[in-house]
């Protein structure tokens, strides 16, 4: 999990340097940036470490030429739309959005700053980019999408006696729905019954 954390905060960096029109070694007089959390999980506190991170390898220096905005919204939507309108209000250079509900949130809230979406499994699905191979508009990121198929095709080469596989997500998560779905057609194809 950490070398995924530390990719998606490296990646996260090069595209801030790329946004800013920088060289590396050349950080920016200052930078102000927010980054907005669903919820406090182990996984999540991961990316936002990550981002911290990054930025500090890359020269930018909190207190120094760097402002982080952090906000957590506990899982509280109502929260988090509040949240969402305060941070643009700010007009961040850069905010990093974590999980889709913060990502769909801050899309609803601005059109101009950059977003940088981390912990979001299809954002496709969630409508937040109309393809993974380009950006739209002022949201940009990566995708957390496990590799479905190689993960059913290696099960399946254990030889186990399974004939039904159960499926757990949240029905009210766009990226769950997409993730069961791809799953489902993966499973089913390989001989698998899917509940």
């Known amino acids: 999990m950490k070398k995924v954390v530390k990719f998606v905060a490296l990646f996260f960096?090069?595209?801030?340097?790329?946004?800013?029109?920088l060289v590396a070694h050349a950080a920016p007089a200052k930078l102000k940036v927010a980054i907005v959390q669903l919820v406090t999980h182990p996984s999540l506190d991961e990316i936002t470490s990550g981002i911290k991170e990054?930025?500090?390898?890359?020269?930018?220096?909190?207190?120094?030429?760097?402002?982080?905005?952090?906000?957590?919204?506990?899982?509280?939507m109502n929260l988090l739309h509040n949240i969402s309108e305060e941070v643009v209000a700010k007009e961040p250079d850069l905010i990093f959005a974590i999980t889709t509900?913060?990502?769909?949130s801050l899309q609803q809230a601005t059109n101009k700053i950059p977003?940088?979406?981390a912990g979001i499994t299809d954002p496709v699905s969630a409508k937040l980019v109309t393809a993974l191979d380009k950006t739209d508009g002022?949201?940009?990121g990566v995708s957390d999408f496990a590799p479905l198929?190689?993960?059913f095709k290696q099960f399946k080469s254990l030889d186990l006696d399974v004939k039904t596989i159960g499926m757990m997500y949240t029905t009210s998560e766009d990226n769950a729905k997409a993730e069961v779905e791809k799953a489902k057609a993966i499973a089913e194809k390989l001989g698998y019954k899917v509940e």
């Open 138 to 140: 002022n949201i940009t």
């Open 13 to 21: 960096a090069l595209i801030l340097i790329a946004g800013q029109g």
């Open 115 to 117: 977003i940088v979406l």
């Open 149 to 151: 198929e190689d993960l």
């Open 101 to 104: 509900p913060v990502a769909q």
């Open 54 to 76: 990054s930025l500090a390898s890359h020269g930018y220096k909190e207190g120094d030429n760097l402002e982080i905005d952090f906000q957590n919204a506990e899982g509280d």
